[in-house]
Structures are given as structure tokens and as C-alpha cells.
């Protein structure tokens, strides 16, 4: 199989990635856009665009019939969906493949056993990985007998779910009924499934994610990141490889991401998330993201891999070209995500136009940004602006450097976290390195923006 043709079912900072790349490889391209999107610069550099309908995701972005009606109108062979919108949906994937296309991601199966996140506890379950406490809760009462199980503080998730939505930390019995209240909602605008499950939550916990790579028989990993600077189950800041993890436990895990891979037959670029516990580190399977994660560059800057690439490969049937001892990574990475948003006022969304955007350069430097100067920021999507990704000899190194980058990086018409990145990289706690998912909650973000 060949791809000729793509289409690129996404938006921003993701959509000029896979631009790139697949303009590196030769691979024509076509982006869907909303209107809102249409003059957005990755459809200015894209090499065809179709408009795929109005502003408001569900009409354009989330629209399973727009998005492949449009791929099979521009003659596209192949369609990339990015992370997010419908990325991990496997009625997506199944249509793609029903019109005669390659879905660039994992088979349908994976999906369907990935996307809903109890059948994910299953799977790794018959893996052999550990779990946290909990299950699923299809009633009030269903959730309140879990509670009893697990204790308190617990966590409500979306079994449909991903990115922080539709989940919330409940710490007491008496503020159960609203936090699931709000759970299922989010979960239903989010993911057009309310369900939630019940899982045990962790007081000192770390996220750390391993980088998977597989072609259907064969599986590697591609090291570790950790992504515990968090607001919202929502990542910020995010390193590779680990910090402060001993060389015993990071093996661990990456042989348990691998195992997971190998037991389902992974086919492309995906992410096994941990919770691990920062005393002791013992660790606990949470989900395996079955699609490209925004966090991704990390991974390539201290593999020298492009995981965009790779994906088109493994989509095009080729075998893995990667054995575990060609990956050897090296130096230390760090990507901070620059959001419009106000963390002086419990990070709220700031569409808008910006009025200026200076990004730094130099090396071991990386910018994944879609936004230019008087480039809109809609407000129907993510706030997302970019990501600046540092890399350097040794971990000492890259945060001097971030810190550094950050200095230079200047983002005027709205508010935006790059002051509060700036706070973060002097923290005595983050130099130290290996900080639990609870540090932005004792940072004072009085002030973060100037």
C-alpha cells in the first residue's frame, strides 16, 4: 500500500505537524478546516483544503460523514486524524476504511477495546498489569457501593473519555452526587457517552507515559515521559525521559507498556499511561492513548525519531523498521504548552486575535505553533496555541535552557500561560525534578500574569 493522497482531519498546532511530514515523504495533502479555520495558516500551507462546515466542532471537526465525504471528494487515499476530535473514535476508523481508505492509526479492534477505558482495565488485566481500585458504576448507587470500595479521595472518569474530560476528584461522601452530576455531563458533551467509572485516587502520584511503537506483530517502546504538571487532569508541562526514577522501575514500566502492545497486537504510534506512586514507585495502568499524543516531540528529541513518520509507515504496511536496540535515546527534553488562557483567573479560555507572536529560536530549540501574528484564536476549539520544546546534554541543561526560551518568548493580544511556564521553571521543587501531579496546586498563581 501507498499513500499518494492525505487527508489530515485536524486543526492548529497537530495539523502543520503532520503537514510537514507528510510533504517531507512526498504525500500530497488535503486539510479539512472549519469555516472558522479556513484561514488559519495550516490551511494557507496545506495543499488543498475543504471546508468541512460551520465553527462549532460537532458541524465540522466531529462530523464523521462531513470528514469522510470530503477525504473521498479530494481523492485522498488516507486520512491522519491527529489527537483529539476523532482521533481514537473507532466508528471514525471504520468508516475511513469502508470508503476505500487507510486510517492512519490503529486497527478497529484497538480502538473499540481502547476507547472505552474499562475494556482498556481488562485488557491489561489479561497483560499481566497492574490496576488501581475501582470499576464501572452505571448508577447513582452503583457509584456510591464503588466509593465504599475505594475510599476517599476518588476519582470519577469518562469510560468514552481522554484529556481530563469528564473526570473529577470527589474527596468526600457528601459531594459525590454533584461531582458525578458534572462527570456525566462533561462526558456526554465531550464524548457523546455519559458513562463513568470509579477509580482509586493516588494523594502522590506521578504521571508517567511510555512512548509505544508497534506494526502488528512486532512492539519497542520509545522510553518514558512524565507529564505530572497538571490543572484540571490536564497536562502543562511535560519531560522526557522521567526525572528522579530509578533504573529499575523506569525498565518496569517500559517492559509493561511493551507487553501491553505486544498482547493486542498494536499496530502504529501509541501512549500507555501510569500512575506511579512517588514513594515507592509502584505503578498502575491507567490507558493507552491509541493515536499520536501532543506531547510527542519530547519523545522525538531524544530519539531522533519522527513518530509522524513512522505512523504513515506502519498505516502503508510497512514493518517496523525500528528494533528496541536501534532506540537509544539521549540528552533530556522538555515541552511546555502555551494555552490562551488566564491562570489568574483559574485558567480561562481567551479567544481572540494575538496581536504578536515572537517565538524563540537558537539550539536545542523547537517550536510547534500554528499561530503568526494576527492569527485568531476561535473560541470553539482547545486553547492551544503551541508548544515550546527545549533539548539539551543532560536534564540541568534543558531547564536552564527552557527558562531561558521562555524569557524570549512574547505572545501580546491575550492572556496566555506562558508567565505562569516562567513561575513553574524557577520553582526550587521542579529544578529538583520528579514533582507529583499535586504541584501546581501549591504554586501561588496569584500573579502570573503580568
Known sequence: MTIKRLFIANRGEIALRVLRTAHAMGIATVLGVSEADSTSLPARLAGATAVLGPGPSPQSYLAIDRVVAAAVEHGCDAVHPGYGFLSENAAFARAVAEAGM???????????????????????????????????????????????????????????GGGGKGMRRVDRAEDLDAALAMARAEAQASFGNPAVYVERFVARGRHVEVQILGDGTHAIHLGTRDCSIQRRFQKLVEEAPAPAMPDAARAAIEDAAVRLARHIAYRGAGTAEFLVDADDFSFYFLELNARIQVEHPVTEAITGVDLVEQQLLVAMGHPLRLTQAMVRPHGHAIEVRVNAEDPDADFRPAPGVVARAAWPAGPGIRVDSHIAN?????????????????????????????????QHLRIDGLPTTAPLHRRILADPRFVAGGVDTGFLAGLNLAGSNP
Open 374 to 406: 494576527g492569527g485568531e484564536v476561535p473560541p470553539f476549539y482547545d486553547s492551544l496555541l503551541g508548544k515550546l520544546i527545549v533539548h539539551g546534554v543532560t536534564r540541568e541543561q534543558a531547564v536552564a535552557r527552557m527558562a531561558a526560551a521562555l
Open 102 to 160: 487507510i486510517f492512519v492509526g490503529p486497527a478497529v479492534q484497538t480502538l473499540e477495546g481502547m476507547g472505552d477505558k474499562l475494556a482498556a482495565r481488562a485488557l491489561a488485566l489479561a497483560a499481566g498489569l497492574p490496576v488501581l481500585p475501582g470499576g464501572p458504576a452505571e448508577t447513582a448507587q452503583d457509584v456510591a457501593a464503588r466509593a465504599q470500595e475505594t475510599g476517599y479521595p476518588l476519582l470519577l472518569k469518562a469510560v468514552a
